[in-house]
């Protein structure tokens, strides 16, 4: 079963702004973890952040968790066209596995 | 794409026949998994490794074997194909913890096998 639901679904948005992704999720989780995969390739680790952490920066990203209601953001700042792509979060519940959500697909338009 | 190689990149084949794909990895990495990915599915796991002949199943096994007899190779097998497993099939790997053998899970992902059954 999804253990991570990405929210929304599909996203478009202008060059410049900024693009705002949220998963949620069921368990308990050691970390959470975002990807990303550009059309036709595979999955690119961005970003993780552990269960007793709350915010973490990398570049233009920017990754907010919250265990208490079980849901993570992504933050894309400035976005540029090259962001065009699906963002999944990912889940790791200690079990030498990843659960992966849905997906969000991100288009920025120039 | 971080070592990892998968073949075939692309395969066409017909419902009942077997198909076996391989993951190929240079960097000695302990953990390999196969994924299958689906619109409206995203990415689920199918079996994955945690040593020379040491597998387990993933969510969606039913339908799929795998094998690894060495660490380098992990070989997805369809038995014997059908429709429903047209797909797009990724290999990842994770690396572990130094001096602990824990999975530190953070994965990489080989370029994947899209594969039609017709």
Redo the contacts between chains.
């Keep these: 079963?999804?253990q991570g639901e990405e929210d929304p679904q599909a996203l478009s948005i202008q060059e410049g702004e900024n693009a705002t992704m949220n998963c949620s999720y069921k368990t308990s989780i050691?970390?959470l973890?975002w990807y990303r995969q550009n059309s036709?390739?595979?999955?690119?680790?961005l970003i993780?952040i552990r269960s007793n952490e709350r915010e973490k920066h990398s570049g233009r990203l920017r990754v907010t968790l919250d265990t208490s209601k079980k849901s993570s953001s992504l933050l894309i700042t400035a976005s540029r066209a090259a962001d065009t792509a699906s963002y999944?979060c990912?889940t790791?519940v200690g079990s030498?596995?990843?659960?992966?959500?849905?997906?969000t697909k991100l288009t920025v338009n120039p | 794409d971080a070592g990892i190689t998968q073949s075939p990149r692309h395969k066409v084949t017909e419902t009942g026949t077997p198909v076996t794909l391989r993951c190929h990895q240079t960097e000695n990495h302990r953990y390999m998994y196969w994924y299958r990915q689906d619109p409206g599915h995203g990415l689920r796991l199918i079996h994955y490794s945690y040593g020379v002949k040491d597998t387990d199943k993933g969510e969606v096994s039913d339908g799929y074997s795998v094998s690894r007899s060495k660490t380098e190779d992990f070989l997805l097998t369809l038995e014997s194909a059908t429709s429903s497993q047209t797909s797009v099939y990724f290999c990842a790997i994770s690396s572990t913890i130094p001096g602990t053998g824990t999975a530190k899970n953070i994965q990489y992902f080989g370029a994947g096998t899209r594969l039609s059954v017709l």
């Design positions: 079963s999804q050691n970390n973890q036709g390739r595979g999955l690119v680790h993780l999944f990912a790791d030498e596995k990843l659960v992966f959500g849905k997906g």
